[in-house]
Every structure is written in structure tokens, then in C-alpha cells.
């Protein structure tokens, strides 16, 4: 980028940096409550693979809402709801935390039987996660894993199947929105809405509105890992949604205490950067750059996503891209998502910017 571009509008600057990084970005940021921009820029479309944005907007509001009812505490375990899993002795504020040992990620796609029923691959899932090692979790380590058991636990605490779950939650909380799953792998609308990701090796086509993490698709398209589609507007609903709960403002349907306790930091800072499910930005190279405070919580996702509200200084920014239609192996995009905050907050937030 030439130096001039630092002065240019933000669509041009993000025009300018796009090139063999991403086929094109949507923004949108709010402060106080109120839109501060909007751009779309590049190849674009109405719908996204929110990736591991699934985690936050679907398993971590179910999970804290459930908390809110007194469905579970602190100290609750895996084992109070599967008293014959392996690891029982597990807390969901570990899982949450990515503090539990389990590992990050296995190609379950590769070995899981795909012609079987749901309820089949699911007891399939749940035993291979029963006979997956607990690795030392002395300090945090990300894990997929871990949110699909969280899944288990899920379908237990109300007593029936995960996409029921998610549609129990999307009735109450984004009855207005186009949040999706798209179970059995087919898309809510026609596939050319949806932006494309990767040319799948082993699927042998180029994925639009299908599912691009290979283990949500071999379990159907429905996980508490990946799995959720939606838009920009969806996103930017479920950001103000977040804004209500951890400002405690009256929009929220949660206790206070509720909203503010899973945003807060969970673990100490030399183990990693988590709250109750949200990512905290770490010391030094955040992916929400350099000028959201540290009690900002938000979330990333493998195909080009993120999330980030600061509490502080009342910004919400979302970033919707399809970075992985240029291959998964293209990591360019996790040098422009900081530098997508910084000039957001740059042009449209000037206190914040003088007070770096």
C-alpha cells in the first residue's frame, strides 16, 4: 500500500489491500448503539459460512442463557449429565475456556461413517471423544473438540436433539434475523447467494452454501463448532444483542450479572486470553488491532469472520470475508484483520485515536 492510501476513504483503502488476500470484505461498525459505517468491498454476497462465529452465537448465548435459569453453575461437569463419559470430571468453564485438555482439532470427516443416520454419527462423535487423551491444559489450547462436546451436553440439559437446540434458541433470540444452519448440507437459499469458499479437496467441488469445516459437514451440517450462516445485518443484530447483555442495558433478557460475567476474563493471563466463551485481545499482535481496549470480547472464524465489541469505548465492529476461497493454506488475512479495526477506528473514531 502506498503511503498516500492512509489518507484515502476506508472502502478505498480496503479495496487497495484486498488483492490475493480475499475476494472482498462487508463491514459494518456501531458506536453507542449507532451505525458509523457500512462498506462492501470486492467480490461479495448476501450470505456467509460464519465458521467458528458458531461458537459464540450459538453455543456460548445457549449456554449462558442456561446458566441465567440456574441450569448449571460453575462447578458444573460434563459428568453431571453423562455420569459413564470418560471425562466427566470436566467442567463447562473449561470447555469454555479451552482449558480442558482436549486436543484442537481431529480429521473425524475421514473416519466417521457418513451414509449412517444423525443419531448414529452422533453416538459415533461422542465415543470418539470418550477415547480422545486429555492433553496438560496448564495453559489454553483452542479446541473444536471441546465445543462438540459442549454439544452433548447441550442436547442432555434440555433433553433433546442439537438442531432442536439451535432452533429452540433461534426462536427466542434471532427470530428477525437469517442465522441458519443448513442441515442435511442444503443451503436456506439458492447456493449463488452464499459466498463461495474452497475448491474442497475431498468433497471435489467448490463449496457455496455448504458447509467449508469438513467435520460439521460429514456430521450433517449441525455442530456447536462451525455450521451457522448468515448475513451482515445478521451479525450486526447479534452484535447489538451482545452490546445489551454486557452493558446490562434494558434490551437484554439476561440477568446483569449474567451478561457481564461471561464477558469477563476467566483465566488468569498467563494461561491465554479467554472469557466464558469470548476471545480477550492477547498483549500483542490482536486480531482487533491496536486500539480496542482489553476488555473487549469477540470471536474469529476460520473462513474470513469476526466479531468484536469494546465495552469500553462502546465499538462493536463486524467483519464478514471468504478468505478461504483462495485456498486454507492463505494466512494474508490474518495481517488485514487488525489493520481493518485500526482503520475503522482511525477515520470514524477519533477519541479513540488520539487516546492511543
Not at 116 to 132: C, F, Q, T, V, Y
Not at 202 to 222: C, F, I, S, Y
Request: aromatic letters at 10%; a neutral charge.
Amino acid at each position: 500500500m502506498s503511503p498516500s492510501a492512509t489518507q484515502l476513504p476506508l472502502t478505498e483503502r480496503i479495496a487497495q489491500a484486498i488483492d490475493g488476500v480475499t475476494p472482498g470484505v462487508r463491514l459494518c461498525a456501531f458506536r453507542h448503539g449507532q451505525s458509523i459505517c457500512e462498506v462492501d468491498v470486492g467480490a461479495t454476497a448476501d450470505f456467509y459460512d460464519l465458521a467458528s462465529l458458531t461458537k459464540v452465537v450459538f453455543t456460548q448465548q445457549a449456554l449462558m442463557r442456561a446458566f441465567d435459569k440456574g441450569l448449571w453453575t460453575a462447578q458444573s461437569r460434563v459428568g453431571d449429565w453423562m455420569p459413564d463419559f470418560p471425562h466427566g470430571a470436566l467442567r463447562l468453564v473449561d470447555l469454555l475456556t479451552h482449558t480442558s485438555g482436549m486436543v484442537w482439532w481431529k480429521p473425524l470427516f475421514e473416519s466417521m461413517p457418513l451414509s449412517a443416520s444423525i443419531a448414529e454419527k452422533r453416538h459415533w462423535l461422542l465415543h470418539e471423544l470418550g477415547r480422545s487423551a486429555l492433553l496438560p491444559a496448564a495453559k489454553a489450547v483452542y479446541s473444536d473438540l471441546g465445543f462438540m462436546l459442549l454439544g452433548f451436553v447441550l442436547e442432555r440439559m434440555h433433553g433433546t436433539d442439537l438442531l432442536s437446540v439451535w432452533e429452540r434458541l433461534r426462536a427466542d433470540a434471532y427470530a428477525l434475523t437469517t442465522l441458519a444452519m443448513h442441515p442435511d448440507n442444503r443451503p436456506q437459499f439458492a447456493p449463488q447467494r452464499y459466498a463461495p469458499t474452497e475448491a474442497c479437496p475431498w468433497r471435489h467441488k467448490r463449496l457455496q452454501g455448504e458447509v467449508h469445516d469438513d467435520n460439521t459437514w460429514a456430521l450433517g451440517g449441525v455442530s456447536t463448532h462451525a455450521g451457522l450462516f448468515g448475513s451482515l445485518q445478521d451479525m450486526q443484530t447479534f452484535g447489538l444483542m451482545l452490546r445489551d447483555q454486557v452493558l446490562a442495558l434494558p434490551g437484554s433478557t439476561l440477568h446483569a450479572e449474567t451478561g457481564r460475567k461471561f464477558a469477563q476474563r476467566a483465566i488468569a493471563a498467563d494461561r491465554g486470553d479467554w472469557a466464558l466463551g469470548w476471545m480477550l485481545p492477547s498483549a500483542t499482535g490482536a486480531g482487533c488491532g491496536s486500539y480496542l481496549s482489553p476488555a473487549s470480547v469477540g470471536h474469529t472464524g476460520f473462513t474470513g469472520t469476526s466479531i468484536w465489541f469494546d465495552p469500553r469505548n462502546d465499538l462493536l465492529v463486524v467483519i464478514l470475508s471468504n478468505r478461504v476461497a483462495l485456498g486454507r493454506e492463505n494466512r494474508r488475512f490474518l495481517d488485514l484483520r487488525p489493520q481493518l479495526h485500526d482503520w475503522v477506528c482511525e477515520q470514524f473514531c477519533a477519541d479513540m485515536a488520539r487516546s492511543r
